[in-house]
């Protein structure tokens, strides 16, 4: 029964009334990023664009990102929730609501946004609900938070582009995703900030599909 009891309370999501409290004071975190020293919060270079993307655990998905070229910075942290300024510890009890984020800050005239869509929906399993592999609890849930009117729309297209393709391969799922626009993003504490740069030999927990997502 309690084992029952905790699954189901990291499953579903809080209500404000259920939610923990959180603190005003943000968490403690880096000012720039650990491999290309460059500042990990506003303000960034003209012409840079904001993606958000929850695959899970977000060690192994903020490295996916800040090797691909043309992304300039990347952090990680937590989103979607109700708890203000949340610590990792907090969110992984599901009293907060967030799921665990990276922040893709990137260049559009050298990689596209469909292009970081396309590597968000192979690199991870979309369809698995509040959870990623053997990681369970809503901050673990598949989510894109979008800055624009535009990214809404491309992300809603290449879910629904990538849906189609797992249908033709014949998996019978759906994908649970979470498509939305972004409302507060909170900074993760210092060491979880390219914790796999820090402890090359850490936990990723990013396993795909095996499906191409078909998007240009």
């Given at each position: 029964m309690f084992l029952i009891d905790t699954f189901n309370r990291k499953t579903a999501m809080p209500t404000s009334e259920t939610a923990l409290p959180g603190r005003d004071e943000p968490l403690h975190t880096s000012d720039v990023h650990f491999v290309n020293g460059r500042p990990l919060k506003e303000p960034y270079p003209e012409g840079l664009q904001v993606a958000y993307f929850g695959m899970g655990c977000f060690w192994?998905?903020?490295?996916?990102?800040?090797?691909?070229p043309g992304v300039h910075v990347t952090s990680v942290g937590y989103a979607?929730?109700?708890t203000p300024n949340p610590t990792y510890h907090e969110t992984t009890t599901g009293l907060t609501g967030h799921a665990?984020?990276?922040k893709v800050v990137f260049d559009p005239a050298i990689v596209s946004y469909r292009a970081l869509l396309r590597t968000f929906f192979e690199e991870h399993d979309p369809s698995q609900g509040m959870r990623q592999g053997n990681d369970i609890g809503t901050t673990y849930r598949s989510a894109i938070y979008t800055t624009t009117a535009e990214q809404e729309t491309e992300a809603k297209e290449a879910l629904n582009a990538f849906q189609?393709?797992?249908d033709v391969?014949?998996?019978?799922?759906?994908?649970?995703?979470?498509?939305?626009?972004?409302?507060?993003y909170y900074y993760a504490e210092d060491y979880h900030q390219q914790y796999l740069a820090k402890n090359p030999g850490g936990y990723c927990?990013?396993?795909?599909?095996?499906?191409?997502?078909?998007i240009g």
């Amino acid at each position: 029964m309690f084992l029952i009891d905790t699954f189901n309370r990291k499953t579903a999501m809080p209500t404000s009334e259920t939610a923990l409290p959180g603190r005003d004071e943000p968490l403690h975190t880096s000012d720039v990023h650990f491999v290309n020293g460059r500042p990990l919060k506003e303000p960034y270079p003209e012409g840079l664009q904001v993606a958000y993307f929850g695959m899970g655990c977000f060690w192994g998905a903020e490295r996916l990102f800040w090797k691909m070229p043309g992304v300039h910075v990347t952090s990680v942290g937590y989103a979607g929730g109700i708890t203000p300024n949340p610590t990792y510890h907090e969110t992984t009890t599901g009293l907060t609501g967030h799921a665990e984020i990276v922040k893709v800050v990137f260049d559009p005239a050298i990689v596209s946004y469909r292009a970081l869509l396309r590597t968000f929906f192979e690199e991870h399993d979309p369809s698995q609900g509040m959870r990623q592999g053997n990681d369970i609890g809503t901050t673990y849930r598949s989510a894109i938070y979008t800055t624009t009117a535009e990214q809404e729309t491309e992300a809603k297209e290449a879910l629904n582009a990538f849906q189609q393709a797992l249908d033709v391969a014949g998996r019978k799922v759906r994908i649970t995703t979470e498509v939305a626009p972004i409302d507060v993003y909170y900074y993760a504490e210092d060491y979880h900030q390219q914790y796999l740069a820090k402890n090359p030999g850490g936990y990723c927990g990013l396993k795909g599909t095996g499906v191409a997502c078909p998007i240009g």
